[in-house]
């Protein structure tokens, strides 16, 4: 897809809670995601280091306190450190990772579901404009069943959308 497609509508100040999201690409590359990790990892680890050089951190109660402020600081890196990172068997699809950011109290009335063979599957819409030049290619992964390519021509036509140079397998 067009990284257009990707960009919040920050510009207006009256956004609703499923247009409030960040995108990123995924890293097909475990070297560089455990970098990314190492990198926020380190600077904590020096935050520490000179706290507890100072003598900042002797009291128990305000080390435990501390900690704990660290941890919540660093959750958020480390957790899309993780959701944007993936095995390199599967660097051939490119993905973005798109995560919206307000809690589920906001969500919950954009939460939708959809039927995938006997299951409901629960989603979140996100805002964009599709239209014929959004799209670059899609790609009908090894595992997906043999009506793929025939489910999303059904899905481009129903868009208005067509699909001749599009679908890869």
């Known amino acids: 897809l067009a990284p257009a497609l ?16 960040f995108c990123s690409p995924v890293v097909y590359d475990e070297k560089i995601a455990r970098t990314k ?18 003598g900042e951190l002797k009291n128990p109660t305000q080390r435990t306190a501390f900690l704990r402020e ?20 599967y660097a051939q699809e490119q993905e973005t990772r798109l995560l919206m950011v307000n809690g589920l109290d906001k969500l919950t009335p954009y939460i ?18 599709i239209g014929q030049d959004s799209i670059a290619k899609i790609v009908v992964g090894p595992a997906a069943d ?3 390519e025939d489910s999303v021509r059904h899905l481009l036509r129903r868009q208005g959308l067509t699909s001749d140079d599009l679908i890869v397998r």
């Open 146 to 148: 043999e009506n793929g």
């Open 6 to 21: 990707f960009q919040p509508a920050m510009q207006s100040g009256n956004i609703s809670a499923n247009e409030r999201f």
């Open 112 to 129: 939708e579901t959809r039927v995938r063979g006997s299951s409901l599957v629960p989603f979140i819409r996100a805002p964009m404009e």
């Open 37 to 54: 990790h190492e990198e926020h990892v380190n600077r904590a680890l020096a935050v520490v280091d000179r706290m507890s050089a100072a």
């Open 70 to 89: 660290m941890s919540i600081h660093m959750a958020p890196a480390i957790l899309w450190n993780s959701i944007t990172t993936k095995h390199k068997a």
